[in-house]
């Protein structure tokens, strides 16, 4: 079993920063590869970037360059470092921990997200 925790999430200005972390609990987290979603209204939820047990990194075109995914197994932390930010990356950000990948059918557990809005 995994519980995830968001934090991090807030209010920016476009071309601003945000990072966000996820802390994790459960003996798997070293183990597992781990996630960053995110869902804006009336979207479906997408994927952004992963990670894996042993640091090899996935990104979505619109992350790739702006954003970088890291992990700490010693805190059990996943970060998701956001830079450039734009109006269209408001959305509610989730973490997930599983088998990795950018499908979300590979993740088994979720956090309960946290709200990143950027404002132009």
């Known amino acids: 079993q995994v519980q995830l925790v968001e934090s991090g999430g807030g209010l920016v200005q476009a071309g601003g920063s945000l990072r966000l972390s996820c802390a994790a609990s459960?003996?798997?987290?070293?183990?597992?590869?781990m996630g960053w979603f995110r869902q804006a209204p009336g979207k479906e939820r997408e994927f952004v970037a992963a990670i894996s047990w042993s640091g090899s990194t996935l990104y979505t075109d619109s992350a790739t360059g702006r954003f970088t995914i890291s992990r700490d197994n010693a805190k059990r932390t996943v970060y998701l470092q956001m830079n450039s930010l734009k109006p269209e990356d408001t959305a509610v950000y989730y973490c997930?921990?599983?088998?990795?990948?950018?499908?979300?059918?590979?993740?088994?557990?979720w956090g309960q997200g946290t709200q990143v809005t950027v404002s132009s």
């Open positions: 459960g003996r798997t987290f070293s183990s597992s590869a």
């Open positions: 997930a921990a599983g088998s990795g990948g950018r499908y979300s059918r590979s993740y088994a557990y």
